[in-house]
């Protein structure tokens, strides 16, 4: 299978850039519709806040959720803000290298990583992370992208009683440089939201949900 792709961390993690003040410690709700919940808190040591975004799925798969994510090339048809994405190199089963690039509105500089994937699967409640950290050096700078190097992302999938399926991203990032206060206010909410609420229409598509990944355990349910 293709390894991870990293958009949800530049779609989503951008949107994870604003500044919160010392005493918020907590996730705090910033939006809540269509079933989807999207949270930022404040990190210690960063001016920049972390992201998460929460939805839960019925009548879904753990593998159709890992295929799509690891259709690295299908990064443009759900990620928000995705241009581009792909494997520069391929690990194992369930590691990679995975280069990304989203376009950003006018004046913002475009950004782009390359970041290194790795999944893991919870033998007890079967729980799939993906975990995603940006890397140095391994790919060239492109003119007119500005490349993160400080950039960490998680994906979690997790099998609930009921046989539906909770599925969260996290992420937080430096930016880089400065970003407007406008686009931070979008990114903080609108992209992770908008990213989700695609993942979950695409993910119900022919081609995902009927996926099959060998390192994933399914639920006795399913």
Partial sequence: MKAAA????????????????????????????DSIQ??????????YAAVKTITVMENVNLASLVALIADAE????WADKCAESYVHEQINETEAYVYTHNAM???VKDRDVIARIRWTQNPENLEVTMESVAMDGILDTVRGRLRLTEATASWKFLPLDNGAIQISNEAHINPGSNLPG????ILLVDTPFETMKSFIAEVIKPKYRNAAVGFIKESSAD
């Fill in 6 to 33: 990293i958009y949800f961390l530049l779609a989503c993690s951008l949107a994870g850039l604003m500044a919160t003040s010392a005493a918020e410690e907590q996730w705090n709700l910033r939006r809540d519709r």
């Fill in 38 to 47: 999207v949270y930022s808190k404040k990190v210690e040591g960063s001016a």
């Fill in 74 to 77: 299908a990064c443009p048809t």
């Fill in 105 to 107: 509105p006018f004046p």
């Fill in 182 to 185: 406008w686009i931070t206010n």
